[in-house]
């Protein structure tokens, strides 16, 4: 019997550049629209903008967002040398908005019955970092 291992391991964790103005007119408290807005390729925006829309029992509106907020992570990874698969981690601040993205997208979808958007959105989440996925 042989056992099939990946002789070229996992590939290299992928750590998003930060975006220092829009990280900190969010810290200042500005309102994550107008961050948005002014900086649409920040994911965490869109995050602070989708928890906010889930809290307040938004679902619809917090998927919107959610969802914006993911494909501009994914964009992000990409340009970064993401290749779909891989580690992004939670450790390094600027992966977090993206994954708290997948994450309300993951809860989002849940609540709404599209089961497979949940799960894709864990797996993702499992796969990037698994300390994140339920």
Known sequence: MTHSHNLLGEPPATLLPGDPEAEAALAAGTDPAEV??????ASA???ALAEAALEGGRTIEAYAYARTGYHRGLDALRKNGWKGYGPVPWSHEPNRGFLRCVT???RAAEAIGEVDEQERC??????CDPTLAP
């Open 36 to 41: 948005a807005a002014a900086h649409p390729r």
């Open 104 to 106: 309300v997208l993951a």
């Open 122 to 127: 864990t797996q993702l989440l499992r796969d």
């Open 45 to 47: 925006a869109w995050a």
